[in-house]
């Protein structure tokens, strides 16, 4: 089921989400609903704050659903290693139509656990790093945007606020 973006300005945003105990029917039912939502949207990612639902789960596909057995789901999961810098532009479907260019590091390690409960580990580079990074930023209750300097930030923010007085976000 598709289920609508939340944007930039919803508190769940900006609130940490809560580890998921549960590995039920429905932790599987709220992961098949992000795929659809990510891949109709479409992006690369997805945390469930961004679906209005508090918990510690993101998915990421680098190939938007293109290729088959590349996505990667992750509950509750924490970083074990960050290395490296890399300077790419970056966007977030809960912050339609901006983009910044974010610090951020070239490698992770992230350990987290299958819709099942069962451990997985992820190791990314490039893209995959910086989408890693994204999607546990959402479930800290952190955007892209609280990485930019204070003057970008601001200027964007002011923006989506002109937006949304105008009933355009
Ligand atoms: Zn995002």
């Not at 960050?82 to 992770?108: K, N, Y």
């Not at 990485?147 to 105008?166: E, M, Y």
Request: with cysteine; proline share 6%.
């Amino acid at each position: 089921m598709l289920r609508p973006i939340v944007k930039h300005g919803e508190r769940v945003l900006q609130t940490p989400a809560l580890p998921v105990t549960q590995f039920d029917e429905s932790l599987h039912t709220l992961v098949d609903d992000m795929l659809q939502t990510m891949y109709a949207a479409p992006g690369i990612g997805l945390a469930a704050p961004q679906l209005d639902i508090p918990l510690r789960v993101c998915v990421i596909d680098l190939t938007v659903g293109k290729r088959g057995g590349e996505v990667i789901t992750l509950v509750n999961p924490v970083f074990v290693e960050r290395d490296g810098m890399q300077l790419e532009e970056e966007g977030c479907l809960s912050v339609p139509g901006f983009q910044a260019t974010v610090p951020r590091p070239s490698r992770v390690v992230v350990k987290g656990q299958d819709v099942h409960g069962h451990e997985v580990v992820v190791e990314g580079t490039g893209l995959l790093a910086r989408a890693l990074q994204h999607e546990l930023d959402h479930l800290d209750g952190r955007l892209f945007l609280d990485r930019l300097r204070a003057l970008q930030r601001d200027l964007i923010v002011k923006k989506i606020r002109k937006l949304r007085r105008v009933g355009k976000w």
